[in-house]
């Protein structure tokens, strides 16, 4: 088997062969260290129980290479892809941030413009590059610190609040690209934010996204993240959001894969404060031969927190998806409340999802639910719906609107919910 | 309205129904009685297309069109409608919601516009007057935590919103306390006019006190074997069904 590990090694350097060029970051000790765990951590194969499902072996075959910075937004895409959605803008081609097409908050006590700017000025103190070291564990997070582009620096001081959410956009245009965005968000005792993270791509785009977002939110602050994943053309994307909560912060996420051709998604949420909330909310609907991967991890390490997941799938034809919730109970972490859904419907019979809750609870006085099911359309359902006249296609459609609405609600922004709803109805023919 | 002419399905490899014969005619009430087991709930699924039945010899005409030959929405959409034994829970999808779609559907299908939300919530109001089903009801997931009659009478307020021209009560007085019955008799029987037939399917005589028959039969091994006024319905009610097994010729 050492030989399999071998070409995958092999295909590894000389895929990350052509990210060399990519305009540095700036952050140069996070990626001088993410060149030096290049060529040390393993590359996730199949045999790696964390990328078993999702083994990064088919993106490999094709090279990519990091596209030069793009003149300006391109015309055909709007930057704000939400419509009636007021926020600020920080917008990406292929990695890069595009000056002209971002619109910027400017208010007392924040701090929003593009990393590579508070890179510039001086905002990151050396050693205060990464908060996770997740690139000292993963080959995908060592690509990234090693090829980190552009992304979102959002920084907020104590008490202070936006008044409208940020909406990150980054777009994929282009053959074989490669684009490492890395976004750090750091909210102060109670301050509160809400972004939206939304990336697409055209439709002969192809490559590979690899996103980091690490975010700390102080004590009592509120943070809120509408993700949402609508990407044309065949891009594999990998996606990481570290989170650390404080005392009596809560975080929010919903991470919603509308089309994506191949996705992982890790999600990890530390809570290291007491009386901190947490919701992690998904959904996935992948279609045609897509794959969509979650991978989350909650850890409590404190007491008297609370953590909400709730992730739902349907999945069409051939696509396969994955789902791993890992939850950790910590020894202090006594009364903690932690509660973990997963549901399923597999539409067609070529379709599979591997689902795996691991809950792991090191305390003794806690609370903690979980659930995973696989199903298929409830067939009474559909002919009660169908013998009041309603048809096949929308009967259909009620009910998967139906399963995922209790996702859709929840989300920091109804314009996002809205279009997310419209786009899958487009995509899914349920108009 | 209505003609069934020797009508045979199954279940996967048993038979249900053997030949049976009905005719309805428009404005009338037929109620379809019998044993366990005789085949009264399989016939109200084929007739309102429920996919487990296989309809091997017969044909049912319904005002001039082969129902068989029609999907379940499609012969909704055409006005006929079966009120549920057991009506379905279905968590998250609203019952106004869902009321809409089915209406607009109807409506689709007779080429008209979709119904204006303003005309759309008059119409939900007086239809569910009807049957006392109130707004939380209205607002709330088809079904879901309703209790017997709620459910039953949640059918009657469908079909009231649906008009149809043929209405199939299938077995819509089980789980219906004396109140329950009332009312989701006194839904129907404001339903009733010179257009618009029903089958209504009943084990025991005492819905039909409710609601009056034009016509009883009696459903015995997958063929009715007998008919008669309403008296009928007394008759069985006192004597049990024992005294007719054999088909009429």
Redesign the interface.
Known sequence: MAATNDIATRQAQNFVAGLAGATPLGLSSLSDEGRAALAELPVPTRRSERWKYSPVTAMLASPVSSAPAPKSWPESVPANPVPGLDAYRVVLVNGHVVPEACDLPVADGVMCMPLSQAVKEGRIAPGDEDWTGYHKREWVGAVNAAHAQDGLFLSLESGTSLDRPVLVHHHVTGADVASCPRHRVCLGDNARAEVVLWSSASNQASGMVNAVLEARVGAGARLGLDKVQHEHGSIFHLAHEHVTQGKDSTFRIHTLTVQGHWVRNELSVLQHGSGAHTVMHGAYLPKGSEHVDNHTTMDHTVPYCTSSELYKGILYDRSTGVFNGKVFVRQDAQQTNAYQQNANIVADAGASINAKPELEIYADDVKCSHGCTVGQF?D??L??????????R??RA??V???I??VLEGMGSSEVADEVASLLAERHGWM | MLTINNLHARVEDTPILKGLNLQIGPGEVHAIMGPNGSGKSTLASVLAGREDYEVTAGSVDFDGIDLLDLGASERAREGLFLAFQYPVEIPGVSNLNFMKAAVNAKREHQGLEPIAAKDFLAMVKEKAALVELDGRLRDRSVNEGFSGGEKKRNEIFQMAMLEPKLAILDETDSGLDIDALRIVSEGVNAMRDAGRSFLVITHYQRLLDHIVPDFVHVLSEGQIVKSGPKELALELEAKGYDWIKEPVA
Do not use: P, V, W
């Open positions: 409830d009474e359902a002919f009660y719906l169908k013998s009041r006249g309603i048809g096949d929308a009967a009620l009910m609107q139906a399963f609405g209790d």
